[in-house]
T-cell receptor, first 117, second 113 residues
Framework: NAGVMQNPRHLVRRRGQEARLRCSPM?????VYWYRQLPEEGLKFMVY????????ESGMPKERFSAEFPKEGPSILRIQQVVRGDSAAYFC???????????????FGAGTRLSVL | KNQVEQSPQSLIILEGKNCTLQ??????????LRWYKQDTGRGPVSLTI?????NTKSNGRYTATLDADTKQSSLHITASQLSDSASYIC????????????FGTGTQLKVEL
């Protein structure tokens, strides 16, 4: 059973280009989360999705950032017109259906490190 | 504002020694607290998860404690190994609000010979 797969592992973009980050959840998991980690900082929640639905996007910047989790295929985090401040590690996590007490564990991918030149 | 504070920020210990990492949180209403281990260049991996009614949870050489009254948790590592070198992150989930987690900034542990 493969874990959460993220690609690419490293992504270099010039200012103004688009960045697309992909996340394939663990088999059987229907919940996907995206987090951003800046150097020397903790992970910050961005968005929580289920298949074809955005459940909570309270951590997403209002502009340039979007996320989707289609019925088929991986979840995509899309950053348009990247700026240097977008340079960070972006982690995806997945979990199965919620269990009683909210103890469902989130399993993390290895992350995508985005560098904006 | 929900916050998770960890101390120390970094720690160096000799192989075979024990250590204790601290976590204070202000997340409310509280649902559960997790400790994750994050190796350099990797994603976090879950070590323990505790709800309000659980005050201790062990996973091998890792033992987490929780005091929900004082909103404090600790992670004790016994007989440390070189492979324990990593960032240890305290994470708290509030009830409601979907599955959103609040992360601490982590304690960077280095185990040396």
């Amino acid at each position: 059973n493969a874990g959460v797969m993220q690609n690419p592992r490293h992504l270099v973009r010039r200012r103004g280009q688009e960045a697309r980050l992909r996340c394939s959840p663990m088999k059987g998991h229907s919940h996907v989360y995206w987090y951003r980690q800046l150097p020397e900082e903790g992970l910050k929640f961005m968005v929580y999705l289920q298949k074809e639905n955005i459940i909570d996007e309270s951590g997403m910047p209002k502009e340039r950032f979007s996320a989707e989790f289609p019925k088929e295929g991986p979840s995509i985090l899309r950053i348009q017109q990247v700026v240097r401040g977008d340079s960070a590690a972006y982690f995806c996590a997945s979990s199965p259906l919620d269990v009683a007490g909210g103890k469902n564990i989130q399993y993390f991918g290895a992350g995508t490190r985005l560098s904006v030149l | 504002k929900n916050q998770v504070e960890q101390s120390p920020q970094s720690l160096i210990i000799l192989e075979g020694k024990n250590c204790t990492l601290q976590c204070n949180y202000t997340v409310s209403p509280f649902s559960n607290l997790r400790w994750y281990k994050q190796d350099t260049g990797r994603g976090p991996v879950s070590l323990t998860i505790m709800t309000f009614s659980e005050n201790t949870k062990s996973n091998g050489r890792y033992t987490a404690t929780l005091d929900a009254d004082t909103k404090q948790s600790s992670l004790h590592i016994t007989a440390s190994q070189l492979s324990d070198s990593a960032s240890y992150i305290c994470v708290v989930k509030a009830t409601g609000g979907g599955n959103k987690l609040t992360f601490g900034t982590g304690t960077q542990l280095k185990v040396e010979l």
